[in-house]
């Protein structure tokens, strides 16, 4: 198996950092590439080598497999990492990048498609005993729909077999509203995904997302790297997310590991991938789907086994075989991901888009900024509006919180809304302190109105001033 020698990062923001710093640091070139509204943004200024894509919109793009190749060739790349989101989770994609001769960062297409697609994940679990959400195990038709929907009970969730991103799912509290529901869900997976296929699951009350992250080489070994606990959402995706998880006892931790083994290992599945459950009060955990790619959170998994997942996928990709054990894996301490969206958490979290004025992001011992922005870039509104990710580490959970809530203090971001001040009311509620997590935490705690409009800080005042001036020169040329 040949050494990779350029790595083509296929994606922008913070994770086309994460990647590429990895990379440089094991002697790997990378390429960088880019759309129009990301000509300055920082994950091509890190890079070795830059290729512009065009257009800003992501079909033009990062979803645009011939340019993404063709910047491949150009730029003699050997491998091509997807990063997440984009076409990170494409079989069609990982496909030709193989047909070109060149090596993708995650599993074999025939292995994605078996695990990807929620419907086929979930058959493979049932044949291996993993337990499912009850519900129906296969796509439904129109005429089945409604016997199913009674069998298994209300409320339940209708969900898109290709579905992801907390998109594609619909709650349905009774019998009644059904058809129209299943109706209306199959048109919008149709939309978002090319697929009408709908699934039905029964809806768990207030359950945990608990997720397996796993490893797989070339040689058939695999080993779980524990457990991250995701249950603070909004609209079903995720927030903050932590390792260990609390409160969750060994012996479910076990099992739950071993049970996302047996999946991976059924499906032939190499390179990083997690396993998602969702946990129920008395730790019942039922599967929910594999995300089949490197997920926003791993850096958490980082943080307590002290392992570098993207060098172990570079690793794995040249065909380096495990080199430890899973008794032998470390779980220290206690970490936290705080996910900063430009959203603005008083307005039901809608994007906010702007210039970044000011954006400073913290340091401190234990804390961890995976970055994707940079002071005075704009913030647009063709991606994923996260800008930054803060991980704080700490020898307990309090030491974490405190590091974590220490941390988003000192975040300082002008010119968007942001998710921080959100994160840190959630950090310092005593039910999250407490770790009496679950997915509807967010819903049941949070009011808009919690959130201090607090005075603007004599630094916010400068940046505001700037931008009045900056407009006022724009309009009317230099002030005399
Ligand atoms: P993770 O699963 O890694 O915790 P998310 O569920 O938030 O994180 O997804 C990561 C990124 O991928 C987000 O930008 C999300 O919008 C995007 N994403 C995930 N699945 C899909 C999909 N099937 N189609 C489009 N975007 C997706
Ligand atoms: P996605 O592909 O969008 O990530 P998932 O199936 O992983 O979809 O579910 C995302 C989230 O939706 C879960 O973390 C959980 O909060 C909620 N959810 C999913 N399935 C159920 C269910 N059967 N009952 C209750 N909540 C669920
Ligand atoms: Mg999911």
Redesign the pocket.
């Known amino acids: 198996m040949k050494p990779i020698r350029t790595l083509l990062v296929a994606n922008r923001g913070e994770i086309a950092c994460r990647i590429q710093r990895t990379a440089q640091r094991m002697g790997i070139r990378t390429v960088a590439v880019y759309s129009e509204v990301d000509r300055y943004a920082p994950h091509v200024e890190m890079a070795d080598v830059r290729y512009f894509l065009g257009g800003s919109a992501s079909h033009e793009s990062y979803l645009n497999i011939p340019k993404l190749l063709e910047a491949a060739q150009a730029t003699g790349a050997d491998a091509i990492h997807p990063g997440y989101g984009f076409l990170s989770e494409n079989p069609a994609f990982a496909r030709a990048v193989r047909e070109a001769g060149l090596v993708f960062i995650g599993p074999s297409p025939e292995a994605m498609e078996r695990l990807g697609n ?1 419907v086929a994940a979930k058959l493979l679990a049932q044949q291996v005993g993993v337990p499912l ?1 009850p ?1 129906t195990p296969q796509a439904v038709t129109d005429g089945e729909a409604l016997q199913e929907a009674k069998r298994i009970g209300f409320p ?2 209708i ?1 898109a077999a290709a ?7 619909r709650k349905v509290e009774s019998e009644e509203a059904f058809l129209e529901a299943l109706a209306r869900a199959r048109s919008e997976a149709q939309a978002a995904f090319g697929d009408p296929s709908v699934f039905l ?5 207030r ?1 945990r ?1 608990i997720e397996i992250q796993v490893l797989a080489d070339l040689h058939g070994n695999a080993v779980y790297l524990y457990e991250r606990e ?2 603070i ?1 909004r609209r ?3 927030v903050i997310e932590e390792a260990p998880a609390p409160h969750l006892s060994e012996k479910t931790r076990q099992a739950m590991g071993e049970a996302a083994l047996r999946l991976v290992k059924a499906a032939g599945y190499t390179q990083a991938g997690t396993v ?1 459950f ?1 946990v129920d009060a008395d730790e019942n955990f ?1 599967f ?2 594999v ?1 089949t790619r490197l997920q926003v959170e791993h850096p958490v998994t980082e943080a307590i086994t002290g392992l570098d997942l993207v060098e172990w996928q570079l690793r794995i990709a040249q065909g380096q075989a495990l080199s430890f054990s899973q008794e032998a894996i470390p779980r220290q301490g206690h970490a936290i991901e705080a996910r900063i969206y430009a959203e603005d958490p008083r307005s039901g979290f809608l994007p906010s888009t702007g210039i970044l004025y000011k954006y400073r992001p913290p340091t401190g011992e234990g804390v961890r900024v995976d970055n994707g922005y940079e002071e005075g870039q704009p913030v647009p509104l063709f991606y994923d509006p996260m800008l930054a990710k803060v991980i704080a580490w700490g020898p307990t959970r309090e030491a974490a919180i405190q590091r974590l809530d220490k941390a988003l203090l000192e975040f300082a971001i002008v010119g968007v809304h942001t998710t921080t001040d959100f994160v840190r009311f959630v950090l310092n509620h005593p039910a999250f302190q407490a770790g009496q997590t679950h ?1 509807h935490f967010v819903e049941e705690h949070f009011r808009p109105e919690v959130l201090d409009s607090r005075p603007l800080t004599p630094e916010e005042k400068a940046a505001l001033q700037t931008l009045v001036d900056w407009i006022a020169y724009t309009w009317y040329g230099p002030f005399s």
């Not at 992801?164 to 799912?169: C, E, N, R, T």
């Not at 699951?201 to 009350?205: L, M």
């Open positions: 929620k959400v519900g339940l969730l969900k579905g992801g991103g907390g998109k594609g799912m699951e029964r809806y768990i009350p359950p997302h995701c249950s959402q079903h995706q995720k998602e969702i039922y929910l789907e995300n997915t």
